[in-house]
């Protein structure tokens, strides 16, 4: 039989855990086994959930006692789809107590359904022709109000800085001075004259936002306008939308999954969902080619085991789709590529908003400086060694310190 197993976390101080267990197993699929007459017990048999583990510790103090709780869950009885998944392991026991869903195993079967990103890394990689070192991204900042000539210039500092993408802030909706298509426009252009000059080529993930049955309607609409990439805000629009989006044919772009809302979500030790499952494996089979996600250095913090197990859940082998890329944020400087490269590799982005634009010496000197930083890892050359020749450098690890 098929089925997908769902770990959870539960923190009882009093709790039989394994009646709290079958509980669940039970609740969560034919709902009341023992009042059910013998015959029917027989045919809802394959729908019964299945207890398969349980682990208690003990705890030394108040509110400490816990179990680790695996329950597997018969695919028979949900459709092949990212909600159905999550109303059937987590839906109404999300609500009953301190319980934290902190790992899916899904079946083969369920896998099926999900073609995964439509680029991932190597397809990303593909469209800049950058293969043999992390890619650097750079963010829109203060683009509220902001109107065309004004993006174009910052656009245009940013892209003169090297970096290979630059992204939209979240928060930039459709608005009377830089409606999608028309900063798609002007941006493009701008990426244009900037490549004839630097050899570069570089990808624009601009905000795909609205309305969500106007979602791909507004995708096709800013691809016609030249866009070579999307961001999206997938935790307020759902999964399911991310894979209706990544999966359409005629959405030829890579898409970035911005992780807004997604404090409200994993931070909790007693509550919620994972981060590796919430922003790692579930962004990845819905069809996210790049993933953004709070980094364990910067000014929104994420434990670094954490952060290491949302990458392991975008490279792995397990889902059998393409890789995504992890794009650690917040708080990023030249300083922390080091140890950015350090624990993801090269198959990374490093990206960056206050630390590009906030650069003593401009913009693009703080695109220079993170190229710069790049480099100095690549070739294994400590930063201060490099920055003695590189200004830009040099100021960056004044301005916020060196490797850490």
Same mark, same amino acid.
Not at 111 to 133: A, C, M, N, Q
């Given at each position: 039989?098929?089925?997908?197993?769902?770990?959870?976390?539960?923190?009882?101080?009093?709790?039989?855990?394994?009646?709290?267990?079958?509980?669940?197993?039970?609740?969560?699929?034919?709902?009341?086994?023992?009042?059910?007459?013998?015959?029917?017990?027989?045919?809802?048999?394959?729908?019964?959930?299945?207890?398969?583990?349980?682990?208690?510790?003990?705890?030394?103090?108040?509110?400490?006692?816990?179990?680790?709780?695996?329950?597997?869950?018969?695919?028979?009885?949900?459709?092949?789809?990212?909600?159905?998944?999550?109303?059937?392991?987590?839906?109404?026991?999300?609500?009953?107590?301190?319980?934290?869903?902190?790992?899916?195993?899904?079946?083969?079967?369920?896998?099926?359904?999900?073609?995964?990103?439509?680029?991932?890394?190597?397809?990303?990689?593909?469209?800049?022709?950058?293969?043999?070192?992390?890619?650097?991204?750079?963010?829109? +900042?203060?683009?509220?109000?902001? #109107?065309?000539?004004?993006?174009?210039? =910052?656009?245009?500092? %940013? @892209? &003169?800085?090297?970096? $290979?993408?630059?992204?939209?802030?979240?928060?930039?909706?459709?608005?009377?001075?830089?409606?999608?298509?028309?900063?798609?426009?002007?941006?493009?252009?701008?990426?244009?004259?900037?490549?004839?000059?630097?050899?570069? +080529?570089?990808?624009?993930?601009? #905000?795909?936002?609205?309305?969500?049955? =106007?979602?791909?309607? %507004? @995708? &096709?609409?800013?691809? $016609?306008?030249?866009?070579?990439?999307?961001?999206?805000?997938?935790?307020?629009?759902?999964?399911?939308?991310?894979?209706?989006?990544?999966?359409?044919?005629?959405?030829?772009?890579?898409?970035?999954?911005?992780?807004?809302?997604?404090?409200?979500?994993?931070?909790?030790?007693?509550?919620?969902?994972?981060?590796?499952?919430?922003?790692?494996?579930?962004?990845?089979?819905?069809?996210?080619?790049?993933?953004?996600?709070?980094?364990?250095?910067?000014?929104?913090?994420?434990?670094?085991?954490?952060?290491?197990?949302?990458?392991?859940?975008?490279?792995?082998?397990?889902?059998?789709?393409?890789?995504?890329?992890?794009?650690?944020?917040?708080?990023?400087?030249?300083?922390?590529?080091?140890?950015?490269?350090?624990?993801?590799?090269?198959?990374?982005?490093?990206?960056?908003?206050?630390?590009?634009?906030?650069?003593?010496?401009?913009?693009?000197?703080?695109?220079?400086?993170?190229?710069?930083?790049?480099?100095?890892?690549?070739?294994?050359?400590?930063?201060?060694?490099?920055?003695?020749?590189?200004?830009?450098?040099?100021?960056?690890?004044?301005?916020?310190?060196?490797?850490?």
């Amino acid at each position: 039989m098929n089925r997908c197993i769902a770990t959870y976390r539960i923190y009882d101080d009093q709790v039989d855990f394994h009646k709290k267990a079958t509980s669940i197993a039970v609740g969560m699929t034919v709902g009341s086994w023992t009042e059910l007459p013998q015959t029917k017990r027989e045919s809802m048999q394959k729908h019964l959930g299945e207890v398969v583990d349980i682990q208690v510790n003990e705890g030394w103090e108040p509110g400490s006692r816990y179990a680790d709780v695996r329950i597997a869950y018969p695919d028979v009885n949900f459709s092949r789809d990212i909600p159905a998944l999550l109303v059937t392991v987590f839906g109404k026991i999300s609500m009953d107590g301190r319980i934290k869903l902190t790992d899916l195993e899904l079946s083969k079967d369920f896998l099926t359904s999900f073609p995964g990103p439509k680029f991932g890394i190597d397809g990303v990689r593909t469209l800049l022709g950058v293969h043999d070192r992390p890619l650097l991204m750079s963010i829109f +900042k203060s683009v509220i109000g902001l #109107n065309a000539d004004e993006l174009r210039a =910052q656009f245009i500092r %940013q @892209a &003169l800085g090297g970096v $290979d993408l630059i992204k939209d802030d979240e928060i930039l909706f459709e608005n009377d001075l830089t409606p999608i298509e028309k900063r798609v426009s002007l941006c493009m252009q701008a990426a244009a004259e900037v490549e004839q000059k630097t050899g570069k +080529k570089l990808l624009y993930a601009t #905000n795909l936002t609205g309305r969500t049955s =106007q979602l791909r309607e %507004q @995708a &096709l609409r800013a691809i $016609d306008a030249g866009a070579n990439a999307l961001l999206f805000n997938v935790l307020s629009y759902g999964y399911d939308v991310l894979q209706e989006l990544s999966s359409d044919p005629e959405i030829t772009v890579p898409i970035a999954a911005h992780p807004a809302l997604a404090g409200a979500i994993y931070p909790s030790p007693h509550y919620g969902i994972s981060a590796p499952v919430l922003l790692g494996q579930l962004m990845r089979l819905a069809g996210a080619d790049l993933v953004l996600f709070p980094s364990p250095y910067g000014s929104v913090t994420m434990p670094r085991e954490e952060n290491l197990a949302i990458r392991d859940e975008l490279h792995s082998a397990k889902l059998g789709v393409a890789r995504s890329m992890p794009v650690p944020s917040a708080g990023i400087h030249p300083g922390l590529v080091p140890r950015i490269i350090r624990d993801f590799g090269t198959d990374v982005v490093v990206n960056a908003g206050g630390g590009i634009h906030g650069h003593p010496m401009g913009t693009e000197a703080g695109g220079n400086a993170f190229v710069q930083a790049i480099e100095a890892t690549m070739k294994s050359v400590p930063l201060a060694d490099y920055a003695q020749e590189h200004e830009e450098l040099r100021t960056a690890l004044d301005t916020w310190g060196g490797e850490v």
